[in-house]
């Protein structure tokens, strides 16, 4: 009698905003050999596979309730560091903190972070992660110099944008449905400083706001915007935005001392008192409608213009400011809801999305702008506009009526020319899919898969969710 | 087994949420009515049962009154031991996980008062006992290892003493009770709720034609008593309620009176 399942390794998994769990078999292989064996594990039960990095998804793109997770983060070493060419070659489960603090006493950073330090770089490459930098320096994907992969099939590939050009623009972005990659190599932006200038300054309404974001992207190196997503009226769409520049060399004197990981760290304490590992306690309470807008009044009210130098963690990382602000959101967890829409209608569209959020007494609590330009990857969720990150509190009481305001939303971006990113949005459905992505590419996108993975082992909650169903 | 992969539902969103419960015994009784009920809450649910056509009639019913999938048939047969670790492999995919596991299966096969006769004994014990304990090692393990789960063992209050009529039914429920307690004892500490389900007399077809009942409820009662009894987190349920009271009396009937009842 065969009772040998593993049982103990059968996991509960969550998503970034606690909003959704998943239970599955967890591996964690330490070498390719292991993925490989996993593979043919996973064929002869049945079973299927999603590929995991640190859980830093909004969504299901790292779940698979009732099959196999692949948690990549113990393939974790910097395999090589050239300081002198910025040329680094790491396995899937570094994380960016890991990188940046690997290369920044060097003079160098990670072209392209997302908001937390903590995701891996198997998992910004999974779901291709831009920064505050996007207009400028595409998704992190155009700054893969090779990766090599393994598909479930078997076979190990290397690519380069020229090599298995098509495949290295399908598995950048690829959600880990086409194969693991087990290397990859990336090329690092030349740093002078520790420090980078920032300028912030108010915007009164959503026209000032976007405005003001597309004037200031092409003069500056960073740009993002907070919205107030509270405010109506003339406010609608206030908010404060940041750009940030690089130091040129010589800028800083002191740039020896602030390229170092300990100048970048940041700070354990609030106000070098309240340890900040606590504070998500303190903000709980925050979490209703009327306390949020009341918090976001202030915040915009004392916002004033102002020019100062950060240190790149410290600019980069807000989501880290804080440890596990997301519990701040209670039991049912957050949600983001983020649109990506073409600088021509996001006025309108947006607009029209913040007042319908309002009217039916469901505002975002935090509202990130941002500026982006097209790329040529092949699940890409990029415009030339701006992207618009919405969180929301999820409850039992109002889960019914935020899924059909998202549902609304979608139909408004759609309709606006928009795009979704697959690492925030749960709640996308496949006709969403593919009517922004195109019948065309999603078809190119199973293509491959079949190539890569002809027995569909990888498959994720996100994957049956979008492009099975 | 389900006839297509396409048939089942979407995994859960946050916005979609549904939870999921296998109940093994599914076919009628209790179990059909939990079934029915637990779609109507909005679970997913696996139906076992040995009676194919019965468990596809059932998954049918609920998922036209529910207008989606809500059940889906697995047919299964308790004693098939060595079948269990595959299939509830097979299901966790299927439903995309397990939040609920409800053994209800059960079989009473009267010897009569002055007979006697192993193989209903064995086949009692095989269905009442040995098939849950083949369920509920993997179930207890999956639990405990995520941390989270229910489980429901249907027993009956016939557990609580030995008495003449039926010794191997009385035997193989009060090893259940048991089973169920030790369980509870070990997984209460790791978030795992164990509800032990305690029924008198319930309108099923295992009381269909015996006399002398009373305080007879509906199987649809008695499963909406355990849902109840779900969501309270309650540790034992005696359906009715009365059967409580009763059930303390007659345990504490001392030996010289009990061994001369005839009941």
């Not at chain 1, 030339?384 to 009481?397: H, I, P, W, Y």
């Not at chain 2, 978030?191 to 006399?211: D, F």
Request: net charge positive; charged share 20%.
């Amino acid at each position: 009698m065969d009772l040998s399942l593993p049982y103990q390794r059968f996991l509960r998994f969550e998503n970034f905003g606690h909003s959704l769990s998943a239970s599955s078999f967890c591996y964690r292989p330490t070498g390719v050999d292991e993925i490989e064996k996993l593979f043919k594990f996973a064929k002869g039960a049945g079973l299927t596979v999603t590929l995991r990095g640190a859980g830093k998804s909004y969504n299901d793109a790292a779940l698979n309730g009732g099959g196999i997770v692949l948690d990549l983060q113990r393939m974790n070493k910097i395999l090589d560091w050239d300081p002198g060419s910025g040329l680094v070659r790491l396995e899937p489960g570094v994380t960016l903190e890991q990188l940046w603090q690997k290369v920044l006493p060097d003079g160098w950073w990670p072209p392209v972070v997302s908001g937390t330090m903590t995701t891996t770089l198997g998992g910004c490459l999974g779901s291709n992660i831009h920064g505050k930098n996007n207009f400028r320096a595409g998704p992190i994907g155009e700054h893969v110099v090779e990766f090599t992969a393994l598909l479930p099939g078997g076979a190990e590939i290397a690519c380069t944008p020229k090599k298995n050009g098509d495949l290295f623009r399908a598995m950048i972005g690829g959600l880990g449905m086409l194969g693991v990659f087990t290397s990859i190599t990336l090329q690092m932006k030349r740093m002078y400083s520790g420090l980078l200038g920032v300028h912030a300054w108010n915007v009164p309404n959503l026209e000032a706001h976007l405005g003001d974001i597309l004037a200031a992207a092409p003069e500056h190196n960073y740009t993002v915007g907070w919205m107030d997503c509270t405010a109506g009226g003339r406010g609608l769409g206030r908010g404060q935005l940041h750009t940030a520049d690089y130091l040129k060399e010589g800028e800083d004197p002191d740039a020896k001392k602030t390229l170092q990981v300990a100048y970048q760290t940041l700070p354990a304490r609030f106000f070098g008192l309240v340890p900040k590992s606590i504070l998500h306690y303190f903000m709980a309470p925050f979490g209703n409608n009327l306390a949020w807008s009341a918090v976001d009044t202030v915040k915009y009210s004392i916002g004033r213009e102002k020019t100062y130098r950060q240190s790149h963690a410290a600019f980069h990382f807000l989501l880290d400011y804080i440890p596990h602000w997301e519990l701040a959101y209670g039991r049912g967890g957050l949600i983001q809801y983020q649109s990506f829409l073409p600088k021509e209608t996001a006025l309108e569209a947006w607009g029209e999305m913040l007042k319908l959020s309002q009217r039916r007494g469901l505002p975002s609590y935090l509202g990130v702008t941002k500026r982006h330009r097209p790329d040529n990857f092949l699940l890409t969720h990029a415009v030339d506009g701006f992207s618009l990150a919405l969180d929301f509190k999820v409850t039992d009481r109002k889960r019914a009526a935020l899924g059909q305001l998202l549902h609304d939303f979608d139909l408004i971006v759609l309709d606006a020319g928009g795009r979704f990113y697959f690492a925030k949005n749960s709640e996308t459905r496949a006709e969403t899919a593919r009517r922004f992505l195109g019948e065309q590419a999603i078809a190119k996108f199973k293509a491959l898969k079949k190539r890569c993975d002809p027995n569909n082992l990888l498959q994720s909650d996100l994957y049956r969710r979008v492009f099975e169903a | 087994m389900p006839k297509s992969r396409t048939l089942l539902p979407a995994r859960p969103t946050p916005l979609r949420p549904h939870k999921r419960a296998i109940v093994v015994g599914a076919s009628s009784g209790i179990g059909a009515a939990l079934a029915r009920r637990l779609a109507r809450e909005g679970y997913l649910v696996a139906a076992l049962s040995r009676r194919t056509d019965r468990l596809e009639a059932l998954c049918d019913e609920i998922n036209q009154a529910a207008g989606e999938t809500r059940a889906v048939a697995y047919t299964h047969d308790v004693t098939e031991y060595a079948a269990v670790p595959g299939l509830l492999q097979k299901i966790l995919a299927d439903l995309g996980g397990l939040d609920l596991f409800v053994y209800n299966a059960g079989a009473a096969l009267p010897t009569g008062f002055k007979h006697y006769n192993f193989a209903k004994d064995l086949q009692t014990t095989e269905v009442n006992y040995l098939g849950a304990l083949a369920w509920l090692n993997p179930v207890a393990a999956l639990f405990q290892s995520q941390g989270a789960g229910t489980i429901v063992g249907t027993s009956s209050v016939a557990g609580e003493r030995g008495r003449i009529g039926n010794p191997s039914y009385n035997a193989s429920k009060a090893a259940l009770s048991s089973y169920l307690e030790s369980l509870r004892n070990r997984l209460t500490r790791r978030g795992i709720h164990v509800l032990t389900v305690k029924p008198g007399y319930v309108a099923t077809e295992l009381t269909q034609g015996q006399k002398g009942l009373f305080w007879v409820v509906s199987a649809d009662q008695a499963a909406a008593d355990i849902w109840k009894a779900v969501r309270r987190r309650k540790q034992d349920l005696y359906v009715p309620g009365r059967w409580r009271l009763v059930m303390f009396i007659v345990r504490n009937i001392p030996s010289f009176i009990f061994r001369r009842l005839s009941f």
